[in-house]
Nanobody, 127 residues
Framework: VQLQASGGGLVQTGGSLRLSCSRS????????MGWFRQAPGKEREFVAA????????YYANSVKGRFTISRDNFNNRVYLQMNSLRPEDTAIYYC?????????????????????WGQGTLVTVSS
């Protein structure tokens, strides 16, 4: 399984970035997909997720209303549109995929829910 995350970079407070996660083996709409982030010295935390086979989305309270997770089934990609970025959003962002046949509905926020992880992409928000 290969997950490739990209799109990170340096942006000013209030700016926007779009992260992309591509998958090479199975359709991204057949499994639960998530985005997590990890800031220096902190634990990995949940950001957003999209449930398998439906368009149901979940967000951390800290990003709700600013970030949007979406799926491009044709290109087999998952995106994280990040608007109104803040310095506290600075972190390495990881995309993750659950295993086939596993529902993330009750545990979408747990890193242990996801079986596969991308390499991470760095987002830095300057004040």
């Amino acid at each position: 399984v290969q997950l490739q995350a990209s799109g990170g970079g340096l942006v000013q407070t209030g700016g926007s970035l779009r992260l992309s996660c591509s998958r090479s083996d199975v359709a991204v709409n057949s499994v639960g997909m998530g985005w997590f982030r990890q800031a220096p010295g902190k634990e990995r935390e949940f950001v957003a997720a999209m449930r398998e086979t439906t368009d149901t989305t979940y967000y951390a309270n800290s990003v709700k209303g600013r970030f949007t997770i979406s799926r491009d089934n044709f290109n087999n990609r998952v995106y994280l549109q990040m608007n109104s970025l803040r310095p506290e959003d600075t972190a390495i962002y990881y995309c993750a995929a659950a295993g086939m046949g596993y529902s993330i509905t009750s545990s979408y926020y747990r890193p242990s829910t996801y079986q596969y992880w991308g390499q991470g992409t760095l987002v830095t928000v300057s004040s």
